[in-house]
């Protein structure tokens, strides 16, 4: 029996991708940037208005968020956890409050928690979500994220017009859902500073959780890695056993935590509010186009829910 559908926005993914896609030189008549919002918009209306359906009752809509800045949970772990990227342009950085209102404005709310980041609460949402029934698509382009499929959920890059289900994780990295943090522990990642094995790739560390399901079964059972049927096992085995202790650390930053503090879940939509929504919108010179078609979308979903 299909679940209603909850639609978990990773809005930092969807921000950054209108940042370097939209003008940079666009600006509102007070001079401030408004490129990345106005993108955002977009993606917004784009995803709601391709996956609304008129006939079902109203879905679950949240556009999650980093948190400001400040030392978060994974740098307390590892200080240089992702250390290597450089700070956010300012004219990026001003546009994220204006985004956030965008979400509220659009009934969609604006979500995070101080000290973890946007993957976390999404964890947590998925969560409490499951337990109340509700299948789970997660928008987003980070393949971290995968590791929180259940049989009825999805992973959807809009990006790349990608979407995972869960069977389909295994197909893609060789691993279940279940196994995709400690996947990433052996292989480490490069985006977030995340070391891992040294020599040890993605075909390795899913041919070594195939056989001994977890980091910990690994480890229990390290000499028999010597003897497995694949190229260079010995050398896995000795690198393994070299670098146990990043391992170990590389899982807890690789871990999505789902048990934050939130002070809310969301319900399902209620409307846009459509006085801010207008307001945000055509003060950052938003086509009246683009507008309407909130106005439109929004009398739909309305009338429908």
């Known amino acids: 029996m299909s679940r209603e559908r909850a639609w978990l926005i990773d809005a930092h993914a969807q921000i950054w991708r209108a940042w370097h896609v939209y003008d940079k030189g666009r600006t509102d008549r007070a001079g401030r940037p408004v490129n990345a919002l106005l993108g955002f918009a977009d993606y917004l209306l784009a995803l ?6 008129p006939d079902r009752p109203a879905p679950v809509i949240a556009a999650v968020f980093d948190a400001p800045c400040g030392r978060g949970h994974r740098q307390a772990i590892y200080p240089d956890y992702k250390g290597h990227r450089p700070p956010h342009p300012v004219e ?30 999404i964890g947590t949402l998925v969560t409490r979500l499951r337990s109340r029934e509700r299948a789970v698509t997660i928008v987003t382009g980070d393949k971290d994220l995968a590791q929180l499929l259940g049989p009825d959920d999805r992973w959807y890059n809009p990006m790349r017009g990608q979407v995972m289900a869960y069977g389909d994780v295994k197909r893609r990295f060789g691993v279940m859902p279940g196994q995709v943090a400690d996947w990433l522990a052996l292989t480490g990642d490069v985006a977030d500073n995340i070391p891992g094995v040294p020599g040890i790739g993605p075909r390795t560390a899913a041919r070594l959780l195939k056989k001994h399901e977890s980091i910990d079964g690994i480890y229990a059972n390290l000499a028999s890695v010597y003897g497995m049927k ?3 096992a010995p050398r896995a085995q000795r690198l393994l056993a070299e670098h146990e202790a990043q391992v170990r650390l590389s899982r807890q930053l690789t ?5 934050l503090p939130l002070a809310t879940t969301p319900g399902p939509w209620q409307g846009i509010d459509r006085a801010a929504l207008v307001g945000l919108l055509s003060q950052a010179g938003a086509d009246p186009a683009q507008i309407e078609r909130w106005e439109a979308w929004s009398d739909t979903a309305v009338t429908s829910a």
């Open 230 to 232: 694949f190229r260079g």
């Open 92 to 121: 990026l950085t001003e546009q994220f409050p204006r985004c956030r209102e965008l979400a509220e404005a659009a009934g969609f709310g604006a979500l995070d928690q101080p000290g973890y980041e946007a993957d976390d609460v």
């Open 48 to 53: 709601v208005e391709s996956t609304w359906l």
């Open 255 to 259: 871990e999505i935590v789902c048990d």
